[in-house]
C-alpha cells in the first residue's frame, strides 16, 4: 500500500490549469469536445434518452444547467444524467483501451452542468475534464484486469471519480482545493456500481452506465460543497475502494509521471458504435472487401484473429440483443460482409445499422460463420492504447485473401485529423442546424478556452 495516493491524485487535479497542459493535452480535450458533441446529438434520438430526459422532468429540479439541444434547464446532477444518456449510450464515445472506459461522455456531461450552473469559463471547464480524465483514466489503469474480472464495468465505477473530480476542480478554489478534490473522491467512491452482467443476461442497463457515473460524481462534488467529507484514503485505504473492487492494483500505475506523462492523449475515437476492441476487425473486414471484390456468396470460411482479452466476452455468434451485438466481433464483421457493396470511404456503422442488423437474415448467418482464433500477433500488438485483429477470408474457388490491423483508425497510434473530425461533426450536426449555424457552432468549440461562460454552447446547441 502507498500512503496518500488519493490526496496526491487530488493534488495534481486541484494544480491543473488548461494553459499549462502540453499541446498534446490540449489537442486530444478539443477532438473529445467536438466528438462528445457529435455522439450526443445521435444518442439524443435513442428511446432510452428519452427515457431519461421524461423521468428527469417529472423529478423536476431547479439549476442553471442545460439538457443538451434544448432550452431546458435543471440541477447539475440531473443534466448530468440526462445528457451523459444522450452522449454514453449508443458505444461510439471515446474510449481507453486499457483502463476499459469511456470517459468523455461523463467528464464533459459534469463539467458543462457545473460550469452552466454558475456561470463558469470555458478554460475552467477544460481544465476541469483534463483533472477528471487523467483521475478517471489512473484509477482505472491502476485496478485493471482485476477490476474486469471481478464483474465490474469501469465506465460506471471508475467514472464517478472522472465526474466528481472535474466537478469538485471547479466548485473549490484556494488554499484547500486539494482536500476537498480528496473528500469528493473518498464520497465518490461509495457511490461506485456498475457490474457486467448484462454482457450474459442482455438488458438496457449500459446504456445509463455513464449517466449512473456522470450524476453520482456530481453528487459526491455537491454533498462536499454541503458539508459532507469522505475519506482522504478511500483508494489506497485498508478497506478502501482498490481493495474492495479490485483486491490487486498499482500505486505506481496510479501515480507514476502524474502531472508530466498524461494519459488523456492515449484516448481513442472511434469511427464505428461497437466496443473499442472490434474496431480493427470492422476496418479488416472493410479493407479486405474493398480491395478485392470480396463476393460475399462465394466465401467458404471466415477466420477473425483476436487477442486473449477479448475472447468469450466480445466473441459470441449469437448477441442476443442490440448491446450484445455492438460488443460482438463476430456481428461486426458480418454487418459489414452484409454491407460490403455499399462500402464508401468514411464508412461508418452506427447504432441504426446495429439495430437493423439484427434484423436481417444475411447479418446473422454471416455472424455465425465468423471463427474466432488467439493470433500471437494481434497478441503482440494488443496494448492499452488499441487492439488490432487479423481477417482472413477463404473463397469457394481456393484463392485466400488476409489483412493483419495493428491498431484501428482512430487510436492514438493513428488518430483522425481535426479535419476529420469536424466533418463527421458537420454531417451529423448539419440534421439540426443550418451549414452556417453548424460552422458557427464549430468556431464556438475552437474557441472553447476563451468563452466568458458555456452557456454560450448550449444555447447555440439549442
Request: proline share 3%.
Amino acid at each position: 500500500m502507498t500512503a496518500g495516493a488519493t490526496l496526491r491524485l487530488a493534488e495534481f487535479a486541484a494544480a491543473v490549469k488548461y494553459r499549462e497542459l502540453p499541446q498534446a493535452v490540449r489537442d486530444q480535450l478539443y477532438a473529445s469536445l467536438v466528438d462528445y458533441v457529435r455522439v450526443a446529438s445521435i444518442g439524443q434520438r435513442a428511446e432510452w434518452s428519452a427515457w431519461a430526459a421524461a423521468l428527469a422532468k417529472r423529478l423536476g429540479g431547479t439549476g442553471g444547467a442545460y439538457l443538451l439541444f434544448s432550452n431546458e434547464r435543471t440541477d447539475p446532477v440531473r443534466a448530468g444524467f440526462v445528457n451523459a444518456t444522450y452522449a454514453g449510450s449508443i458505444d461510439a464515445d471515446d474510449t481507453h483501451v486499457g483502463a476499459m472506459l469511456h470517459p468523455g461522455s461523463i467528464i464533459f456531461s459534469a463539467a458543462l452542468a457545473i460550469a452552466q450552473d454558475r456561470k463558469l469559463d470555458g478554460s475552467a471547464v477544460l481544465s476541469a475534464v483534463a483533472a477528471g480524465y487523467e483521475a478517471m483514466i489512473r484509477i482505472g489503469l491502476a485496478i485493471q484486469p482485476a477490476h474486469f474480472r471481478r464483474g465490474f464495468q469501469s465506465t460506471a465505477t471508475c467514472g464517478v471519480f472522472g465526474a466528481g473530480v472535474a466537478a469538485a476542480h471547479l466548485l473549490f478554489s484556494g488554499g484547500n482545493r486539494a482536500q476537498r478534490i480528496a473528500e469528493t473522491i473518498g464520497i465518490a467512491a461509495s457511490f461506485s456500481g456498475g457490474i457486467t452482467q448484462f454482457y450474459h443476461s442482455g438488458s438496457t442497463v449500459k446504456r445509463i452506465h455513464a449517466a449512473h457515473a456522470a450524476s453520482e460524481g456530481l453528487q459526491a462534488a455537491l454533498l462536499a460543497e454541503a458539508g459532507f467529507t469522505g475519506p482522504t484514503d478511500a483508494i489506497e485505504g485498508k478497506d478502501g475502494y482498490a481493495r474492495a473492487y479490485a483486491g490487486e492494483w498499482s500505486a505506481e500505475v496510479l501515480l507514476d509521471g502524474l502531472g508530466t506523462d498524461y494519459r488523456i492523449p492515449e484516448v481513442s475515437i472511434k469511427p464505428h458504435a461497437a466496443s473499442a476492441r472490434v474496431q480493427a476487425a470492422i476496418e479488416a473486414t472493410a479493407r479486405l472487401c474493398s480491395e478485392n471484390a470480396i463476393d460475399v456468396g462465394q466465401l467458404k470460411s471466415i477466420r477473425l484473429g483476436i487477442p486473449k482479452v477479448i475472447q468469450g466476452r466480445l466473441t459470441t455468434n449469437e448477441p442476443r440483443d442490440l448491446q450484445a451485438a455492438q460488443m460482438s466481433a463476430p456481428f461486426a464483421v458480418g454487418l459489414t460482409l452484409a454491407k460490403s457493396k455499399t462500402l464508401a470511404p468514411g464508412f461508418a456503422l452506427s447504432v441504426d445499422d446495429f439495430e437493423n442488423g439484427m434484423q436481417d437474415a444475411a447479418t446473422l448467418a454471416l455472424t455465425k460463420r465468423v471463427e474466432c482464433v488467439l493470433d500471437d500477433d494481434v497478441e503482440r500488438v494488443s496494448t492499452a492504447e488499441s487492439v488490432g485483429a487479423r481477417l482472413t477470408f477463404e473463397l469457394a474457388n481456393g484463392a485466400v485473401h488476409s489483412v493483419f490491423i495493428e491498431a484501428p483508425q482512430g487510436s492514438a497510434a493513428r488518430p483522425f485529423a481535426n479535419a476529420d473530425h469536424e466533418a463527421r461533426f458537420r454531417n451529423e450536426l448539419q440534421r439540426r442546424l443550418s451549414p452556417d449555424a453548424c460552422g458557427k457552432l464549430l468556431t464556438t468549440l475552437r474557441d472553447f478556452p476563451a468563452l466568458a461562460d458555456t452557456a454560450v454552447l448550449a444555447t447555440a446547441l439549442a
